[in-house]
């Protein structure tokens, strides 16, 4: 089980401004700073909104293979600063050779939520993705839409600023049961895929639903952690299709009134 300890005060997560050569007021996401630090060594820092740390600090190191499981996660604190926020955790010693090679693959800062940002040898974006499944997971169409109009009733911070993402999970049958928001989309998948795994919820039928388009850092993200189906409100970019398909996860995408699976 993961010991979690909290320092500092909770980050504001938006802000309200004054419009220049106007009285119009305006909330706008707040975006700041997050240092991943593993067993005190500096691993990346990302730029996100400054909420559900937990989950982004377990789904982050998941993703980046940087652990196996939840439960390698053995503790960690979260440092909230006026300049930023370090997430300090402590991760089972048998990972610290995993740790060195992915660090050597990767520098210490990346943009928003960018899941390639910072690699040093491009030919890692081309490493074969496992598959998830034998077969390609086929979701009803009516599940895919229900999933979409249920998803806005999910996105607060969106409700408030209209400029930020969410990444979702639905059931099989449309109902999405969980959501994270951010700045970043890939940073609210990885926040997504960690209150999954410390829920314990990873291995249930399901689907991701994406506010965004489906990039390559999608797909990988969902490749690495079981995930066999990806809703997005818009196209996929051709690489992400190509990727999917390797994977064999299954990709729908929104089409006017409609539901289409891409690759199919």
Not at 136 to 145: A, G, N, T
């Amino acid at each position: 089980m993961t010991v979690i300890r909290n320092f500092g005060a909770p980050p504001t997560v938006d802000r309200e401004i004054t419009l220049s050569q106007s009285s119009r007021h305006w909330l706008v996401p707040e975006e700041t700073p997050v240092a991943f630090v593993y067993n005190g060594r500096n691993y990346a820092v990302m730029m996100a909104t400054p909420a559900d740390f937990a989950d982004f600090a377990v789904g982050f190191s998941l993703t980046e293979r940087v652990i196996d499981s939840a439960n390698d996660l053995e503790a960690l604190d979260i440092h909230q600063e006026e300049r930023g926020v370090e997430l300090r955790m402590t991760i089972d010693r048998r990972l610290s050779e995993r740790l060195d090679l992915r660090q050597q693959r990767r520098n210490l800062v990346g943009r928003t939520g960018c899941g390639v940002c910072g690699l040093e040898n491009a030919e890692t974006i081309f490493e074969a993705l496992p598959k998830v499944a034998p077969f390609r997971l086929k979701v009803p169409e009516r599940s895919l839409l229900r999933a979409i109009e249920g998803l806005s009733s999910h996105q607060p911070l969106n409700a408030r600023t209209r400029t930020v993402h969410a990444a979702a999970w639905a059931t099989l049958a449309g109902e999405v049961v969980l959501a994270r928001e951010d700045v970043g989309r890939h940073n609210a998948l990885d926040k997504l895929l960690g209150g999954l795994a410390r829920e314990a919820r990873q291995d249930e039928d399901g689907f991701v639903v994406m506010s965004s388009r489906c990039s390559y850092e999608i797909v990988e993200k969902a490749a690495r952690l079981g995930i066999r189906a990806v809703l997005s409100i818009s196209a996929p970019t051709a690489f992400a299709i190509r990727k999917a398909a390797e994977a064999n996860i299954a990709l729908y995408v929104r089409a006017g009134e409609g539901v289409v699976e891409i690759g199919a």
